[in-house]
């Protein structure tokens, strides 16, 4: 078939760009992160049970979310595209290890990748986005209509997976994860609201910033650790705290992203430069720029090089550096307090570096 067709609290909340900018200039010659040796097989291994899970189910509309996943081209043949970094599922995979639980976190791992392919669909037609990995979105390819379904259909399938794999754990920890996967998306949806809105908005502050973030970002991201933790069987307090480190990662995380948009290579990240600028997107940049006075009339009518140049003389890109260093150092420091085997700490201390040192 064709498928072508008519898109938490609990931590710092900022600083001046001053003070992003000092940390920034300590942090600059720090040695680049690397994935865990344990990533690429988790990646496979989830991938799998996506293709398992989602083989039960029959239709359209879930050629549509195989378009999505990057398992089919657009005409419907099979297909092996880029499918996305997978973090959020292997930071649950790698925090359900720490905790001795070997693989009882594989099938939450997969629902959790689905909801974020949920939220992706939707994203790419809010944000008007036309390309995602270098192919058409899945609006731009079957119109909006259609993309929405499909990614309603994946939010439905991520909490059917995510209740079947919560079935097998005693009451009290089927209960806390049904708590933690909902709650997540509906903070999700929350940060998510608040940058839409916040594009109407001439200025905001970072720690409006900060806010949106902690909803749209950091929320699943916090849930992938405190999941996998749980699936592991690790105790609540460890629960609670890994939710909130994975909350400050999520900041670091969307920094670099929001860095991306500006400064990134379209053939790493998969994604056209410069279209949160001229949507009018509050990212962290335009924000820290903001705060140090500079006024955001007349950016769609500059051009890229001017805008990146004026960012530039007001030294945001150290800034924002900064602000991603301080958070996953945040996430670090919550990540120590935790019982956690050495070799599930190494893991993720290797993750959260990657968030800050990657390119796409």
Request: proline letters at 3%; one cysteine or more; glycine letters at 10%.
């Amino acid at each position: 078939m064709s498928i072508a067709g008519p898109k938490q609290d609990g931590g710092s909340d900022g600083a001046s760009v001053a003070g992003y900018a000092a940390v920034a200039q300590a942090d600059r010659l720090a040695p680049a992160g690397s994935l865990p040796a344990t990533y690429e097989t988790d990646r496979e291994r989830v991938s799998a049970c996506l293709r398992r899970f989602l083989g039960g189910f029959e239709g359209d509309v879930y050629a549509l979310c195989a378009y999505h996943l990057g398992w089919t081209d657009a005409e419907g043949r099979p297909a092996n595209h880029a499918s996305g970094k997978m973090l959020r599922p292997t930071l649950c995979l790698s925090a359900c290890r720490g905790f001795g639980g070997g693989d009882a976190a594989l099938e939450t791992a997969a629902a959790i990748e689905l909801l974020h392919a949920f939220s992706l669909v939707h994203d790419d037609i809010e944000d008007g986005d036309e390309e995602r990995h270098g192919r058409p979105t899945l609006w731009k390819l079957t119109g909006v209509p259609l993309a929405l379904n499909a990614g309603d259909c994946l939010f439905a399938l991520a909490n059917r997976a995510l209740v079947e794999a919560a079935a097998v754990l005693d009451d009290r920890r089927s209960f806390a994860a049904l708590r933690l996967f909902s709650g997540a998306y509906l903070r999700m949806i929350e940060g998510q609201h608040l940058d839409i809105a916040f594009e109407r908005r001439p200025m905001i502050t970072t720690a409006d910033y900060v806010r949106m973030v902690r909803g749209k970002t950091g929320a699943l991201l916090g849930a992938s650790l405190a999941l996998g933790a749980l699936c592991g069987g690790a105790a609540e307090t460890d629960v609670q705290q890994l939710n909130t480190a994975g909350v400050e990662l999520g900041l670091a995380f969307q920094a670099v992203d929001d860095m991306l948009a500006i400064w990134g290579d379209p053939a790493q990240t998969g994604k056209a430069v410069g279209n949160d600028l001229a949507r009018g997107k509050k990212s962290l940049p335009i924000t820290l720029a903001i705060e140090h006075g500079w006024a955001p009339d007349g950016v769609a009518s500059r051009s890229l090089d001017e805008f990146r140049a004026r960012l530039a003389t007001l030294r945001v890109p150290e800034a924002a550096h900064a602000f991603a260093v301080e958070h996953v150092a945040a996430a670090r420091r919550l990540l120590d307090g935790v019982q956690i085997s050495a070799s599930g700490r190494r893991e993720l201390s290797e993750i959260f570096a990657f968030v800050v040192s990657r390119t796409r």
